[in-house]
Every structure is written in structure tokens, then in C-alpha cells.
């Protein structure tokens, strides 16, 4: 009996601090979870509740045997909200060559899978705009 209990409780437990796995295409990196840098990796394992994610792009493109590309973004950034503790997969338009890079970089767009969601985009923003955005909410605040 006491060890029927005790593997409920652990699977309660366990169960209580599972969180969301997120996985990226290779080619996007998280670098930091609310501000606290991470492991540069493309998958992450998040907890529920409000969080700012940035992310980066690298890929490298290779023309010919001389010819290499790097193409490499700044931060991106993500405001997201997990309500569930799912894997969620992101995916991108193709990103096949330095011209696709680019435009992912300008028009940075990804788009969400999971148990709950069937391809949700989500548009990233740059530092610039995440100001912008801050500021917005702060004078709103301040006006109330």
C-alpha cells in the first residue's frame, strides 16, 4: 500500500512540473527566456504562463565550393503565452536560399503545431518594434 502511494504521489508530482517542449527549425535558436539567457538550441522545454522568448536565425548557404554565405539575424522576438504543457512545433516558409533568408529576416513569420493548434502564425518582431510596443503599453497604463 505504502508503495502504491508513494508512485501516485511522484506521478502527481511529475505530472505538476511537466512543461512544453518547443522545437525550432535548425536554422532559429532561442537565446534567451524572459531576459535569462539559454543554451543556444532549437528546442526548449518551457513551463506554462507568459513569456518573452528571442530567438535567432543562422544558416549558411553554400553556392558552389568557394562560394559561402552566412546569413545571421539580430534578436527576434516572441510574446507567448502557454496555457498547455504540449510539444509545439514551428516551422517557416521555406528558407532554401539567401534571398528566402533575407525575407524570413524582414518579414519574420513563423507558424505553430501542436496538440491544440493546427497552424497558428505568430509574426516575430525586432528590437525596434518591442520598444515600440513597450512603449505603447506604458503610455496606456499611464493614461488609466
Known amino acids: 500500500m505504502k508503495?502504491?502511494?508513494a508512485i501516485t504521489l511522484l506521478s502527481a508530482v511529475s505530472s505538476m512540473s511537466m512543461a512544453?517542449?518547443?522545437?525550432?527549425?535548425d536554422y532559429l535558436?532561442?537565446?534567451?527566456?524572459?531576459?535569462?539567457?539559454?543554451?543556444?538550441s532549437s528546442t526548449i522545454d518551457i513551463n506554462?504562463?507568459?513569456?518573452?522568448?528571442?530567438?535567432?536565425f543562422f544558416e549558411v548557404f553554400r553556392s558552389g565550393a568557394d562560394d559561402t554565405n552566412f546569413v545571421k539575424s539580430d534578436s527576434l522576438y516572441w510574446s507567448l503565452n502557454l496555457t498547455n504543457d504540449e510539444d509545439i512545433k514551428v516551422s517557416t516558409k521555406d528558407i532554401l536560399s539567401t534571398k528566402n533568408a533575407k525575407s524570413f529576416i524582414s518579414s519574420p513569420v513563423i507558424?505553430?503545431?501542436?496538440a491544440s493548434m493546427s497552424n497558428e502564425t505568430v509574426t516575430l518582431v525586432n528590437h525596434e518594434e518591442l520598444m515600440a510596443l513597450i512603449m505603447k503599453q506604458?503610455?496606456?497604463?499611464?493614461s488609466q
Open 3 to 5: 508503495k502504491f502511494i
Open 20 to 25: 512544453a517542449t518547443i522545437s525550432l527549425p
Open 29 to 40: 535558436v532561442f537565446t534567451s527566456i524572459d531576459g535569462q539567457p539559454t543554451e543556444q
Open 48 to 56: 506554462q504562463g507568459e513569456h518573452l522568448v528571442e530567438l535567432r
Open 111 to 114: 507558424t505553430l503545431n501542436s
Open 138 to 142: 506604458h503610455r496606456k497604463m499611464m
